[in-house]
């Protein structure tokens, strides 16, 4: 599964890497807080999650992300806060766009 991902990747990127918009978000933030690893509760958690957020700042995928436990954090699904020492955010998203259309947004 995980070299199935990666070659995925590198096809991905090889195929238009002319043209291609790659940004790494750390500790991504919504409302100010941290944002969940999920975007509803226990639902569509990871890589769901990681590609709504990429797709929020105008790019098309999620290529990789990292979580770690966090205070308090913030649902891009349904703006729901965690608190306390189950919540998860993402300590990093790198988001990708194969057409360099990406406009500048402040992270």
């Known amino acids: ?58 790019f098309e995928t999620a290529l990789i992300f990292q979580r770690e436990a966090a205070a308090e954090t913030v649902r891009l699904g349904n703006g729901a806060f965690c608190t306390g020492p189950a919540c998860t955010s993402f300590k990093q998203i790198k988001c990708y766009s194969a057409a360099n259309t990406i ?3 402040p992270n």
């Open 1 to 58: 599964m995980i070299k199935a991902s990666l070659l995925t990747i590198v096809l991905v990127l090889s195929a238009s890497s002319a043209h291609a918009t790659v940004r790494n978000f750390f500790a991504p933030e919504s409302q100010g807080l941290r944002l969940d690893s999920c975007l509803t509760g226990d639902h569509d958690c990871g890589k769901p999650a990681a590609d709504a957020f990429c797709k929020a700042q105008g």
């Open 103 to 105: 406009a500048a947004v």
